[in-house]
């Protein structure tokens, strides 16, 4: 059996982000046993936007919450849109009750 790259790994995790939940790069690297590695989970999530089946990018923040992948959406404010039609209240390029809406692969996951 081929072993998963970390991106696909990245991936795999970030895809069970339910709709209206947020996570973030730190919780992600820490959850695959690569603490300290957030900044690979945001390249991973920068190279995202080919993989098949779809990886919900804009759930990834980081760790206050705000939107600092935005940038790498296309359009500048296409990562709040998303967001926001998940129902997702967004003020100042940041999530509003993110502490709320933060789901912890940690705690939502199993090993």
Known sequence: ??????????????????????????????YLGAKGSARMVGYAMNAAGTAVPPVPAHRVLNRNGLLTGKFHFGAPDMM????????????????????????????????
């Not at 967001?83 to 199993?110: R, T, Y």
Request: glycine share 6%; net charge negative; no cysteine.
């Open 1 to 30: 059996m081929e072993e998963m790259s970390f991106y696909d790994q990245v991936y795999q995790v970030v895809r069970l982000i339910p709709a209206g939940r947020v996570s973030s790069y730190g919780a992600i690297a820490s």
């Open 80 to 111: 709040q849109q998303l967001l926001e039609n998940e129902g997702i209240k967004i003020v100042n390029d940041g999530v509003k009750d993110f502490k709320i809406l933060f789901w912890d692969p940690a705690i939502e996951l199993e090993l």
